[in-house]
T-cell receptor, first 109, second 117 residues
Framework: LAKTTQPISMDSYEGQEVNITCSHN???????ITWYQQFPSQGPRFIIQ???TKVTNEVASLFIPADRKSSTLSLPRVSLSDTAVYYC??????????FGRGTSLIVHP | ETGVTQTPRHLVMGMTNKKSLKCEQH?????MYWYKQSAKKPLELMFV???????ENNSVPSRFSPECPNSSHLFLHLHTLQPEDSALYLC????????????????FGPGTRLLVL
């Protein structure tokens, strides 16, 4: 079971780029990296998923180095509405993805 | 709107009551999940159903009883709950080719906020 480690909290300001790094040292060959976003009193929402190198969608970018032992979620030009908890998960294999405590991002005006 | 709905959104019940939470997904998925999220704690997986078969029961007390009559509906029956069971109960669904399989993205409902008095 691949365990993930990410910062408990981060602060940023509107308009800045935010990078949240996640460590997953024992990621397996068949595993993917998936990020979710959760607002208070709501269910988590899928943001992005990747296997290696870089993935970009309309919401975020995901950077994964060659050794895949870490990944970085990049949120360009954050706004107040990006204040949420962000979860990094390793998904794949025969186990259920496990949500950790995530990173609580607070965006200030 | 994620395609997963949950009712009720809020529920207050006494410790002797019996109530049920309902989840419905409109995504054509085959796997459904119940999670519990207590204040300032990570999501705790409770139950997993894949193709209507329960594949995971994460040591959940028997006062929580799941039911999956078909791939689109999932229930959580509650009876004789304790105050510490107060939490946000989240339902999720995924494609369900194989639980935890590659690219098994989960889609969550809005949750039911439960308060046990």
């Amino acid at each position: 079971l691949a365990k993930t480690t990410q910062p408990i909290s981060m602060d940023s300001y509107e308009g800045q780029e935010v990078n949240i790094t996640c460590s997953h040292n024992n990621i397996a060959t068949n595993d993917y990296i998936t990020w979710y976003q959760q607002f208070p009193s709501q269910g988590p929402r899928f943001i992005i998923q990747g296997y290696k190198t870089k993935v970009t969608n309309e919401v975020a970018s995901l950077f994964i180095p060659a050794d895949r032992k870490s990944s970085t979620l990049s949120l360009p030009r954050v706004s107040l509405s990006d204040t949420a908890v962000y979860y990094c998960l390793v998904t794949g294999g025969s186990y259920i993805p496990t949500f950790g405590r995530g990173t609580s991002l607070i965006v200030h005006p | 709107e994620t395609g997963v709905t949950q009712t009720p959104r809020h529920l207050v019940m006494g410790m002797t009551n019996k109530k049920s939470l309902k989840c419905e997904q409109h995504l054509g998925h085959n796997a459904m999940y119940w999670y519990k999220q207590s204040a300032k704690k990570p999501l705790e997986l409770m139950f997993v159903y894949n193709f209507k078969e329960q594949t995971e029961n994460n040591s959940v007390p028997s006062r929580f009883s799941p039911e999956c009559p078909n791939s689109s509906h999932l229930f959580l029956h509650l009876h004789t709950l304790q105050p510490e069971d107060s939490a946000l109960y989240l339902c999720a669904s995924s494609q369900g080719v194989s639980v935890g399989q590659l690219q098994e993205t989960q889609y969550f409902g809005p949750g039911t906020r439960l308060l046990v008095l």
